[in-house]
Structure formats: structure tokens, C-alpha cells
């Protein structure tokens, strides 16, 4: 009885362990599939090595990138919510205070050509040194991170296997950081099936898909659901008063624009908005149909004939969430490379 305990378990562990090593094959390398566009990220100044990841993740998840060591960018990008701080509207950073914004999902920011909610960073491997210098998320300067991680001698063997130096600087931090980043890649759903011919779309899904063509995809162009435009959809302002993308250009036209986010794996990223207003995808949704307030910078996509927001039956709004379940991506989510 007893060998046979450790036998089947032996046969699960070797199961277990043949999954993972599936996963982790799927997605370690980092690829363009045939239907996305060809990617923005500078990769001939900065190439993906598995010690530049490696270094890289170690570095994500690590609170030493803070004041007083609580924080790591980790806290606030959780894998398992595909890099979104899991049920918080605004993060907390430090001694509890919070962020102004949502924190976004991280995921196929190798074809992103802007950063943040306001666009304000330009390039991928410049973004962490907001966070790490805030005084709300890490409170640190980039002088001392970097003579912590020196001073650490767990790091030595990583840096050196990453970047043929013994000592880290500001630039191979950063590099290492935007490594792991750019691996965060998203396109295991079944959207991408379908897109690869694997598999079909169900009669429901294909109907919440041309719904979706007809009245969304405009703003969240597929396949990244996103066309890294800055848009302003009319949501109430609120007590934050965040003018958005305004604080950026300074351009009236601007004002209260946000990046429009993708939609995959929104099963996994609520709440919704740049500041976490809707905590169901019912309700953000609703919010195209019903809520859309008029002003001078509302996108003309959003007033069309005179009318105001999107128009959507009872029927449509099912179908919708029907096929936007489609763009969850169990295998990215779950995917051990990535998580802490
Ligand atoms: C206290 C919570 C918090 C911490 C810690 C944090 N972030 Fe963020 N992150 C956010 C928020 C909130 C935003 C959105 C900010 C905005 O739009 O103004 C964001 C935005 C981003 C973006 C832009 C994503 C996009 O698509 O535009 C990247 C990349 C990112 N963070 C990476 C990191 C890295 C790397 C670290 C660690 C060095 C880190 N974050 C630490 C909360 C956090
Ligand atoms: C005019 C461009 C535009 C159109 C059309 C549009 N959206 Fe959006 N969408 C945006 C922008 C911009 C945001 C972010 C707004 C903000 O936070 O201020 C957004 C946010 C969202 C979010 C929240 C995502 C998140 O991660 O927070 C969902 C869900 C969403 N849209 C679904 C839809 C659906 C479904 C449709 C079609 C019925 C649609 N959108 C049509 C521009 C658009």
C-alpha cells in the first residue's frame, strides 16, 4: 500500500512537472505571433538573454528596490492578475499611501510606443525609475538601489552571467528590468487560437465578436486591443480631477485623454479605468451605453449623429462579455517563469 502511495504520487509529480515544463517551453522565448505587428521595442540595444531574464525577475520582485524594503514592483503587478494590483483601485506604495492611478496590467509592452496611463514615458527601459524614485511607491534614489543590489552578495553571480561586469549599474538595472517585462508576453487566449485556426469560436462568442468589431474595436484594435491612442470617453470627473494626458502635451485637447488599455485578460484585472472607478465588467461596460458625459474634449466616436455613448441592447452587452472572456490568458496568468 505504502509503495503504491509513492509510486502514484511519483506519477503525479512527473506529471506536475511535465505541465510546467510545457508552460514554461510555450512561452519562455519571446515571440511575435504572425498576426501581431512587428514590435516597437529597441531590441538591438538591449536583446533578451535567460540571465538578463533571470536577473531581471529576481530585480521585479525584489522590496530591496525600496526605502525601507516593504515594496517590491511586484506589490503593485501581480502575475496571477496578469500584472495588475488584484481588486485595488489606486495601489498602495508605502507606509499605506496611495497611488493616483490604477495600476495597469503588465503584458505585451514590447509593442506599447507610449507608457502610464498619460503617455508621459516614452520608452520601456526609462519607466522604472518613476516607481522606484516616487516618494508614494519605493521612495528610493536610482544611486542607492543600485549600491544595495552591489552590496548584495546574492546578485554577484547574476550580474555577472547577465552582463559580464561584476557590479550592476543604473542602465543594466534597468535593461535587466525591462528583459523580464518584455517577456510578459499575452497570446495564449482563445482568441489567438481561433486567430492560429486551433480552435473555433462558439455561436455566442462569434456573435460578441462582431458586435465587438462594430462598435469597439475603433479604440481597442485587435489583435493587442489597443491602438496606443489617448482618448477621452467621457467618464465623470471625480474628486481626483485627473486631467490626464493634458499633464503631458499641455494641449486643451488633451485634457481628461487616458491611453486606452487593452482588453486582454480583463476577466483577471478589475477594477477598470485609470482610476478603478468600475469594479465589474458589467458596470464598465454600461458605462459606454448609459453614462458617457458630455464635454468639449469627448471623442467624436463617443458623439456620433448627435448621440451620445454606444448604444447597446440587453442582448449585445451579454454577447460582448461572451466574447471579451475570450481574451483570457490562463497560460500567461499562470505561468511560473513569470510569477514570484
Ligand atoms: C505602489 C504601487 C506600484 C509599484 C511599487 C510599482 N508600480 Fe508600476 N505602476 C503602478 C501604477 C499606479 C501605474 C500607472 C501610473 C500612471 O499611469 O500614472 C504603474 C505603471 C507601470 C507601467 C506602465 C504600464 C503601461 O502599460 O503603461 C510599468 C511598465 C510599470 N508600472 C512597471 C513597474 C516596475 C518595473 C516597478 C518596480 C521598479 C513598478 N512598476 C512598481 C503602480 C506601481
Ligand atoms: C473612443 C475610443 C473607445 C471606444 C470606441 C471604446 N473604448 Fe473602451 N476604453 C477607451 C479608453 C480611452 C479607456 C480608458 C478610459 C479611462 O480610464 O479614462 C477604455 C476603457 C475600457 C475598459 C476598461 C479597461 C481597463 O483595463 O480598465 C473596458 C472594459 C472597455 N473600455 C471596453 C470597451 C467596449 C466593450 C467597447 C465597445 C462597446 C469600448 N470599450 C469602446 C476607449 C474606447
Known amino acids: 500500500m ?32 504572425s498576426y501581431f505587428p512587428k514590435p516597437t521595442y529597441h531590441f538591438e540595444t538591449n536583446n533578451i538573454t535567460d540571465a538578463g531574464f533571470a536577473l531581471g525577475k529576481k530585480l521585479f520582485y525584489d522590496p530591496l528596490l525600496s526605502i525601507d524594503n516593504s515594496t517590491s514592483c511586484g506589490s503593485c503587478h501581480t502575475s496571477t ?82 552582463f559580464g561586469t561584476n557590479t550592476i549599474t543604473g542602465e543594466t538595472l534597468l535593461k535587466a528590468l525591462s528583459q523580464f517585462m518584455l517577456m510578459c508576453t499575452s497570446t495564449e ?78 476577466s483577471y484585472t478589475p477594477p477598470y479605468m485609470h482610476d478603478g472607478r468600475f469594479f465589474s465588467l458589467a458596470d464598465a461596460i454600461e458605462h459606454y451605453n448609459s453614462q458617457v458625459v458630455n464635454m468639449q474634449t469627448l471623442d467624436p466616436l463617443l458623439k456620433k449623429e448627435g448621440s451620445l455613448g454606444i448604444r447597446l441592447s440587453k442582448d449585445e452587452k451579454t454577447k460582448l462579455i461572451v466574447f471579451l472572456k475570450t481574451l483570457d490568458d490562463r497560460v500567461f496568468v499562470m505561468n511560473r517563469k513569470l510569477g514570484e
Request: glycine fraction near 4%.
Open 81 to 162: 492578475s496578469a500584472f495588475t494590483h488584484n481588486d485595488h483601485d489606486l495601489s498602495h506604495g508605502l507606509n499605506g499611501a496611495l497611488t493616483k492611478r490604477n495600476s495597469p496590467p503588465l503584458m505585451n509592452l514590447a509593442w506599447s510606443s507610449s507608457f502610464m496611463w498619460d503617455g508621459g514615458i516614452a520608452d520601456l527601459d526609462l519607466q522604472p525609475i518613476a516607481p522606484i524614485t516616487s516618494q508614494i511607491e519605493m521612495g528610493e534614489t536610482m544611486e542607492h538601489v543600485v549600491s544595495k543590489i552591489n552590496k548584495n552578495p546574492n546578485y554577484k553571480p547574476l550580474i555577472f552571467k547577465a
Open 189 to 266: 487566449a482563445k482568441y489567438d487560437s481561433v486567430k492560429r485556426g486551433q480552435a473555433k469560436y462558439t455561436q455566442v462568442e462569434q456573435e460578441g465578436y462582431n458586435i465587438f468589431l462594430a462598435k469597439c474595436n475603433a479604440c481597442h484594435n485587435e489583435p493587442l486591443f489597443t491602438d496606443n491612442s489617448f482618448r477621452n470617453t467621457g467618464l465623470k470627473t471625480s474628486i481626483l480631477n485627473d486631467s490626464g494626458r493634458y499633464l503631458i502635451t499641455l494641449d486643451k485637447r488633451d485634457l481628461f485623454s487616458f491611453k486606452v488599455p487593452s482588453l486582454r485578460n480583463i
Open 2 to 33: 505504502k509503495k503504491k502511495l509513492t509510486i502514484s504520487s511519483l506519477v503525479l509529480i512527473v506529471a506536475a512537472f511535465a505541465c510546467q515544463k510545457e508552460i514554461v517551453n510555450q512561452v519562455f522565448f519571446f515571440k511575435s505571433p
